[in-house]
């Protein structure tokens, strides 16, 4: 892809003429609240009058007039799950409408500050327990500059739980696909400078510089894991700048291939799986069943769909009551005598039910290590696992010194031991890891 021109018009610009076109066509019907599975959940929504609700929303990026508790509420705690987007009458995507008012709501209560700063020392510290430096520096360090078919995008949350994604490496491999990895800090989407710090300039810059980087490795596909990037440069800010190359989940790559794969499952995988999927991306979840069922000896017993668009801070997370409600049944399911393993979507999907698991007593796998073990491969290991073992946060971070030391995390100790906590449940998106950005 060239080189985006100077002249071409800043994020700010782009999101301002899609909010004319939202607030043209919106008759604020209140459809997509009606339709929305966080209402009956979040206090003062299930009263709320649905017209008054989107209106609100819709005042308050027209005109910044403060929003009604339940217009803010409604905001705050959608998780992406998509069903107002069929439910439309006008054809308006009412996910990407409040995943944009998210930007403006941030902006003014600065509520998450340096977020991606916090985010990025994290993920550096959490990787570093993890892997040697050779495997570090291939997810965090952009490689040189090649032509190749296919750019394999990390994202940068996927990089806490790594052996996901040298898993899809090893596929890729099998495939013979002629491909490099990008990802990291480095390499964000710009996601989080725009919806979580409010900046949308700043983020449309680095979504600019992301996709420049893509570019200049001249792939045909762009393929990500992450499934917030994906929503992001593949929805949300779809039409930002012109690229040559398609954007896809490496799901929809796979199941291209899928043939190719299939004739070479010749390792039987002997389990009955739940397998755990989100709606707010039916598609991924419907691609990973459908690999799942070509594993000779595997039987899915039954596939649990969760709302929103993936776990997490930006999915699940944003509505709690909904979540612990279904999470309930997802638990009871998993612990059913007819199961050996509950099997994860995604990078926060795959930390959350491992520690559910953990705590539950059931086995949490994640669909990449099936579909290598299928291939006659060996799956790389969960190296989170070994510290969810260990409940002493001092003892963790003896264990991994190691490693830390290897990748120049030379931080003290006790400080480092009381930081764990927040850095393995992601805290920056709450707030928390304040210590990281002790000017906030």
Request: one cysteine or more; a negative charge; glycine letters at 8%.
């Amino acid at each position: 892809m060239a080189k985006v021109a100077d002249a071409a018009p800043p994020l700010d610009q782009f999101v301002a003429q899609t909010w004319e076109g939202i607030l043209d066509a919106c008759t604020r019907c209140g459809r997509c609240v009606e339709v929305c599975p966080v209402v009956p959940f979040a206090p003062g929504l299930a009263d709320a009058d649905p017209k008054s609700v989107v209106g609100g929303v819709l005042d308050f990026m027209s005109a910044s007039t403060p929003m009604s508790p339940a217009s803010d509420t409604w905001a705050k705690q959608c998780n992406g799950c998509g069903d107002c987007i069929p439910a439309c009458p006008e054809h308006i995507n009412p996910r990407q409408m409040l995943m944009l008012a998210s930007s403006k709501i941030a902006s003014v209560e600065r509520g998450t500050p340096d977020t991606f700063r916090k985010m990025s020392r994290a993920i550096r510290i959490m990787v570093s327990m993890q892997l040697i430096p050779e495997d570090v520096a291939r997810l965090l360090r952009p490689p040189p500059v090649r032509d190749v078919d296919v750019v394999f995008y990390t994202g940068c949350n996927p990089i806490r739980t790594p052996h996901v994604l040298f898993n899809v490496m090893t596929m890729l491999d099998v495939l013979d696909i002629n491909y490099e990895v990008l990802g990291g800090p480095s390499s964000c989407c710009g996601i989080i400078q725009s919806k979580w710090e409010g900046d949308v300039k700043k983020g449309g810059r680095v979504s600019e510089q992301t996709l420049n980087r893509f570019g200049g490795y001249k792939p045909d596909k762009v393929l990500s894991w992450c499934p917030s990037c994906q929503l992001h440069l593949g929805e949300t800010i779809k039409g930002y700048r012109e690229v040559s190359f398609d954007f896809h989940h490496i799901t929809k790559f796979l199941i291209e291939h899928e043939e190719q794969l299939a004739a070479r499952f010749k390792t039987p995988v002997n389990k009955r799986v739940l397998v755990h999927t989100h709606r707010g991306m039916s598609d991924i979840g419907d691609n990973v069943v459908r690999l799942l069922r070509r594993i000779p000896g595997l039987e899915i017993i039954d596939v649990i769909e969760e709302p929103g668009y993936m776990c997490g801070a930006s999915g699940s997370n944003k509505s709690p009551e909904l979540k612990a409600y279904v999470r309930t049944q997802t638990i009871a399911a998993s612990k059913s005598e007819n199961v050996d393993a509950l099997v994860s979507l995604f990078h926060a999907c795959h930390l959350q039910l491992a520690a559910d698991g953990h705590k539950h007593d059931f086995s949490v796998v994640n669909f990449t290590e099936l579909l290598v073990l299928a291939l006659g491969e060996e799956p790389c290991k969960d190296t989170v696992e070994q510290f969810r073992l260990i409940e002493d946060w001092r003892e963790m971070v003896r264990h991994a010194g190691p490693l830390l030391k290897a990748n120049g995390i030379n931080m003290d100790p006790d400080e480092l031991a009381a930081v764990l906590p927040e850095i393995f449940t992601s805290a920056e998106f709450r707030g928390g890891l304040c210590s990281f950005a002790p000017n906030t």
